[in-house]
């Protein structure tokens, strides 16, 4: 059974600083996995969706990796900004049933400016 | 440009009562679910339908009924609200499975149901 893993559960950091949310997978076989952005009170917002067949995928500051071979994601975010602050979940689909995400609990971020 | 619409946005139910979370697109989708988010333990999958009239069970069905009547809308029912259902609730669509490259998942904002 697929578990998706998230640590730390909460990280501070200053203003300025580069950064590296970690996720971690049970089961190698995945089609993709995704990284999104929850703000408190509201709904996900998708990130990222790095396919199984790439290692690299990147948005403005945002730079997302994939290692399957070690059941391993990072999110990297380059020079954090306040605004960064938000509650950051990675998921991937069911082999089984591509259409049900199995989620991490999420890592709370605070840039402290 | 409404996405993926909830309501409620926050619920107050006595135990035994029932109710009904609404959830309406306005994308077209094909795929939508309903998650439940509890603390430290991340989204759970409720309930999904890949179309019209089509529905299947997630990792938490139990307590929860869904229909899928049109394509837009994909209600959540509480046959017999308990506090274990006291959460937060998600319903997401998207065009297609997660398996398709580009496949983006859109989420309401969220419905806040405390049982007492």
């Known amino acids: 059974k697929q578990e998706v893993t998230q640590i730390p559960a909460a990280l501070s950091v200053p203003e300025g600083e580069n950064l590296v949310l970690n996720c971690s997978f049970t089961d190698s076989a995945i089609y993709n996995l995704q990284w999104f952005r929850q703000d408190p009170g509201k709904g996900l917002t998708s990130l990222l969706l790095i396919q199984s067949s790439q290692r690299e995928q990147t948005s403005g500051r945002l730079n997302a990796s994939l290692d399957k071979s070690s059941g391993r994601s990072t999110l990297y975010i380059a020079a954090s900004q306040p605004g960064d602050s938000a509650t950051y979940l990675c998921a991937v689909p069911r082999m089984d049933s591509s259409y049900k995400l199995i989620f991490g609990s999420g890592t709370r971020l605070l840039v402290r400016p | 440009n409404a996405g993926v619409t909830q309501t409620p946005k926050f619920q107050v139910l006595k135990t035994g009562q029932s109710m009904t979370l609404q959830c309406a697109q306005d994308m077209n989708h094909e795929y939508m679910s309903w998650y439940r988010q509890d603390p430290g333990m991340g989204l759970r999958l409720i309930h999904y339908?890949?179309?019209?009239?089509?529905?299947d069970q997630g990792e938490v069905p139990n307590g929860y009924n869904v229909s899928r009547s049109t394509t837009e809308d994909f209600p959540l029912r509480l046959l017999s609200a308990a506090p274990s259902q006291t959460s937060v609730y998600f319903c997401?669509?998207?065009?297609?499975?997660?398996?398709?490259?580009?496949?983006?998942?859109?989420f309401g904002e969220g419905s806040w149901l405390t049982v007492v």
């Open positions: 997401a669509s998207s065009y297609s499975s997660g398996r398709v490259a580009g496949n983006t998942i859109y």
């Open positions: 339908s890949v179309g019209a009239g089509i529905t």
